[in-house]
């Protein structure tokens, strides 16, 4: 089993920049594929951001260049900085842990998943 706990959700302003952190415990952090997904009010849960233990990342389209997603091994921690929000950012940021081993974007292949953390852009 892992633990995910998701932080550093807040209201902020459009152009601004916020730090999400997750915290994972009971496996081993360095041999998990890890990710970042958001929910927005009445729509799907979509992909943001993946990073695996050989540090490969791929995100998707609408926050290239303004979300940067990495990993801290020693300190079991998953980080998702982001910058220049949009109001469409609106979401729960959800993270999430993976026992495969390659960048993957679909939310099945996720088996653990953080209870998530809200993220409020005014514009």
């Known amino acids: 089993q892992v633990q995910l706990v998701e932080s550093g959700g807040g209201l902020v302003q459009a152009g601004d920049s916020l730090r999400l952190s997750c915290v994972t415990s009971?496996?081993?952090?360095?041999?998990?594929?890890m990710a970042w997904f958001r929910q927005a009010p009445g729509k799907e849960r979509e992909f943001v951001a993946t990073?695996?233990?050989?540090?490969?990342?791929v995100y998707q389209d609408a926050v290239k260049g303004r979300f940067t997603i990495s990993r801290d091994n020693a300190k079991n921690t998953l980080y998702l900085q982001m910058s220049s929000l949009k109001s469409e950012d609106t979401a729960v940021y959800h993270c999430?842990?993976?026992?495969?081993?390659?960048?993957?974007?679909?939310?099945?292949?996720?088996?653990?998943w953080g209870q998530g953390t809200q993220v409020t852009v005014s514009s």
């Open positions: 999430a842990a993976s026992n495969w081993g390659t960048v993957t974007a679909r939310s099945n292949d996720y088996d653990y």
């Open positions: 009971g496996r081993s952090f360095s041999t998990l594929t």
């Open positions: 990073i695996t233990w050989a540090r490969n990342t």
